[in-house]
């Protein structure tokens, strides 16, 4: 247990289905992160929130769609995904946006789009 | 892209230390650098980072060359338990600074 829980752990859904991955962490952080990790590819970052704010959105296509309704929590919103967005999708936090601290990851949600 | 090179792979007896380098030749003053790793289908591991000082923790040391452009993290005594692939990422220390994955390096810890 890192402190950065992820649920679900697996993830089936259809392309016309709408869903939402959940990420919760009570380290006190003030940034988290959404990465992607597809198959043989690196970790790529989508989403960085800091405060509760948007600070970055690294051209990830509309129908991923993140929320972060507190500094606990982080949402990503799931429709009509294609079959090439099954991954690894991670969560992480870290103490502030930027500085020299180092970031927990969740263990990820692996979600298949079929 | 990420600014460091890595060998893609590397193998170590249990029991040794590993050693696993990192080329970062374009690093520049306020950058960091970082060490994770990432155990089969888990999330990455914070594992080390340093400026410019060597450092050391309870997982590992981090040694960098006085010039800043290259560094190796050593777990001291590989276990099985170790094998992962290992990521050195730069990072500039302000406001700016992602953390961007590369490929990283393989490592295998064979009994």
């Known amino acids: 247990e890192t402190g950065v829980t992820q649920t679900p752990r697996h993830l089936v859904m259809g392309m016309t289905n709408k869903k939402s991955l959940k990420c919760e962490q009570h380290l006190g952080h003030n940034a988290m992160y959404w990465y992607k990790q597809s198959a043989k590819k690196p970790l790529e970052l989508m989403f960085v929130?800091?405060?509760?704010?948007?600070?970055e959105n690294n051209s990830v296509p509309s129908r991923f769609s993140p929320e972060c309704p507190n500094s606990s929590h982080l949402f990503l919103h799931l429709h009509t995904l294609q079959p090439e967005d099954s991954a690894l999708y991670l969560c992480?936090?870290?103490?502030?946006f930027g500085g020299g601290y180092g970031y927990t990851f969740g263990s990820g949600t692996r979600l298949t789009v079929v | 892209d990420a600014k460091t090179t890595q060998p893609t792979s590397m193998d170590c007896a249990e029991g040794r230390a590993a050693n696993l380098p990192c080329n970062h030749s374009?690093?520049?003053?306020?950058?960091?650098v970082y060490w994770y790793r990432q155990i089969h289908s888990q999330g990455p591991q914070y594992i080390i980072h340093?400026?410019?000082n060597n450092e050391t923790n309870e997982m590992a040391s981090l040694i960098i060359t006085e010039d800043r452009k290259s560094s190796t993290l050593i777990l001291p005594h590989a276990t099985l338990r170790d094998t992962a692939v290992y990521y050195c990422i730069v990072r500039d220390g302000g406001s700016q600074g992602n953390l961007i994955f590369g490929k990283g390096t393989k490592l295998s810890v064979k009994p």
């Open positions: 992480a936090s870290s103490q502030d």
């Open positions: 929130y800091s405060l509760e704010e948007r600070v």
């Open positions: 340093g400026l410019k």
């Open positions: 374009t690093i520049s003053g306020n950058e960091y």
